[in-house]
């Protein structure tokens, strides 16, 4: 772990934030630099339907574009002395954090979780869980 970078996906939300404290503070312990991802998950919809006023795919750049905006602001607030690389990812939550942990060979994955349990955790895709448990490298979940 202490050569690979620290990843660390991010949805902006206080959970999210916190999972972040938690990177730098890793990232500054084992003097790596660290990854924050954002991956905006595709817009559901069919272009038949003409109900969208954009396409799709206008959508997804506008999504894109709203968070490139969030990932200056976050990093205009950390406070780290240490590489830090941004990127914006689209597609399923899971697949893309894996796999930009495996391309970048990190040592570490840092998550947020956000806790659910009962009826709402059967309904929302557990993003933390399914990372944590088919990543290859070690992975923190933050609460």
Do not use: W
């Not at 956000?114 to 557990?126: A, E, P």
């Amino acid at each position: 772990m202490r050569k690979g970078q620290i990843l660390c996906p991010t949805d902006f939300s206080e959970t999210a934030s916190h999972a972040l404290s938690y990177a730098v503070e890793m990232a500054n312990l084992y003097q790596v630099g660290f990854r924050l991802l954002h991956v905006v998950e595709p817009p559901i919809g069919d272009e038949s339907f003409q109900i969208l006023a954009i396409t799709p795919e206008e959508l997804a750049q506008s999504m894109e574009e709203a968070a490139a905006n969030k990932m200056r602001s976050l990093l205009a607030q950390l406070d780290s002395k240490l590489p830090v690389e941004t990127m914006i990812r689209r597609g399923d939550a899971v697949t893309e954090i894996l796999s930009e942990a495996e391309e970048s060979k990190v040592g570490m994955i840092v998550i947020a979780s956000h806790g659910r349990s009962g009826i709402s955790h059967f309904l929302h895709t557990n993003v933390a869980e399914a990372v944590a448990n088919k990543a290859k490298c070690p992975v923190l979940v933050v609460k």
